[in-house]
């Protein structure tokens, strides 16, 4: 680690769903804290993995796993291979071991703040631990140990806000929410670092994926939808500028010896539409109904004839596939052996489909098997993004037209684009904002080991020792 300062900390900001073409284009004059970060550290874009979500995103980050070998592919997970069992991922889903976790081993001491997904919160030694955005609510045991939760409540004034309903047209309710809630998760960043022990530090906060989601659409000029003059024309820079603040005051209490890193787990984008992938499936000859649905519907709750239907899918930021295979599914009809053939027929039409204007969408069609090597766990069967990822994916079913330009589940301005933000910041070294170039959001996991000095430790993981934070 020849020229590299490191001192006794590691922090790392987690800033979820942060573009690079917001925060360091657009915004970063108005930032003064992450300018001088900016200029005197190294900063990039960090490349995210498939599918660009933040569940698996950031387990892939800080584990230096693929989304294949975590078995971890979004949210929510179909349950083996029951047509409608599906269930959420917590923490009990991740079996590889975190960067705190190996830190742990070692005797070292950290503080994991909101990092998803954190619920239920792990015993781990050495560890001061608060749950992510998915916890059910207060009630429930979000901290590790347990005692930690009685001192979070007092420094949130009794109410710590996990996340925010953003999914709703009254945006006037999200704006006062989304800003208590960050606020909120700063003070209690600020009351872990001052007052628990430790040598990594690393928080997350949900808001920039809720303001992008329920807002984008203000502030974007290039958004379909945009308007000129709104109310909320300026509530990203708002925004920005008040987390900036607070990032500053985390600073001071970092100290000389920290080096802290801004991490974005993916970014984001404005949403062009949703493409409604099952009922072109149907159109397509792989799904048949008992009953067609003559109005939005539930792909969960649609009457589904499975002695007759091939495929159907999931809707969210990517279309996830599944096969009806003879032996595998319990009214499959595809034979196995034909199972290969499906999928690149299957594939040939996806990759044909234009937008409703019938211009070609570039629609990309993945393989888990193919992409990741090793895909443990209850992985679709094709991972498809429609449009460049501009176009969500709609599973419900019952819509006049395949092309939507709302979410059918609410509200939502934009989707996730492949590339987040990397910057690094060394107090005692003046780096000229060194632009780093490649990395990818495996690599981080990695680095982390080689800064503390166990990079013998880093087998296993797909990611690489980022030279430039060393060189």
Request: some cysteine; aromatic content about 12%; proline content about 6%.
């Amino acid at each position: 680690m020849r020229g590299f300062s490191l001192g006794s900390k590691v922090a790392i900001i987690g800033l979820d769903s942060v573009p690079p073409e917001l925060m360091f284009q657009k915004l970063l004059p108005k930032l003064p804290n992450i300018k001088r970060m900016y200029d005197r550290g190294i900063h990039g874009t960090l490349e995210t993995c498939h599918p660009p979500i933040t569940v698996p995103a950031w387990m892939v980050m800080l584990t230096g796993k693929n989304p294949g070998k975590l078995g971890i592919y979004g949210f929510r997970h179909r349950r083996g291979f029951a047509y409608k069992d599906g269930y959420i991922v917590n923490s009990t889903t991740v079996k590889e071991k975190t960067f705190w976790e190996l830190l742990s081993a070692k005797g070292k001491n950290s503080i994991v703040l909101g990092i998803p997904p954190g619920y239920p919160p792990k015993s781990i030694p050495n560890c001061n631990i608060v749950s992510c955005f998915i916890t059910p609510g207060m009630e429930k045991q979000f901290t590790y140990p347990a005692e930690l939760k009685e001192e979070v409540l007092k420094v949130a004034n009794g109410k710590y806000i996990f996340d925010v309903t953003f999914r709703t047209e009254d945006r006037e309710a999200i704006k006062k929410e989304l800003f208590e809630m960050t606020e909120k998760r700063f003070d209690v960043a600020e009351y872990l670092a001052k007052n628990k022990p430790w040598d990594f530090f690393i928080m997350h906060e949900i808001g920039f994926d809720r303001l992008h989601h329920a807002f984008w659409k203000f502030f974007d000029p290039s958004h379909p939808k945009y308007v000129a003059g709104n109310p909320y024309e300026h509530l990203d820079e708002e925004y920005y500028v008040m987390v900036d603040e607070r990032i500053g005051k985390l600073e001071k209490i970092f100290g000389d010896n920290c080096i802290s890193f801004i991490l974005s787990d993916h970014g984001s984008k404005g949403m062009h539409g949703a493409f409604c992938v099952n009922q072109w499936l149907e159109e397509q000859g792989y799904l048949k109904f008992k009953t067609k649905p003559t109005k939005m519907t539930d792909i969960d709750k649609a009457e589904i004839d499975w002695s007759k239907t091939k495929a159907w899918g999931w809707g969210g930021y990517y279309a996830r596939i599944f096969f009806n295979v003879r032996g595998r599914e319990p009214e499959g009809i595809i034979d196995p052996t034909n199972l290969q053939k499906e999928k690149t027929d299957l594939t040939d039409r996806i990759m044909a489909i234009t937008d409703d204007k019938g211009q070609k969408l570039h629609n990309m069609v993945l393989v888990p098997d193919e992409l990741y090597g090793t895909a443990i766990g209850d992985k679709p069967d094709l991972m498809v993004y429609f449009g460049d990822l501009n176009w969500r994916s709609a599973g419900t079913v019952g819509h006049s037209s395949n092309y939507l330009f709302e979410n059918d589940t609410g509200p939502d301005d934009s989707v996730h684009s492949m590339n987040g933000i990397f910057l690094m910041y060394d107090p005692k070294k003046n780096l000229a904002g060194r632009e780093i170039r490649g990395a990818q959001i495996e690599d981080i996991a990695p680095t982390l080991m080689n800064m503390y000095g166990y990079g013998a430790e880093v087998n296993g993981m797909d990611g690489r020792k980022l030279s430039e934070v060393f060189a």
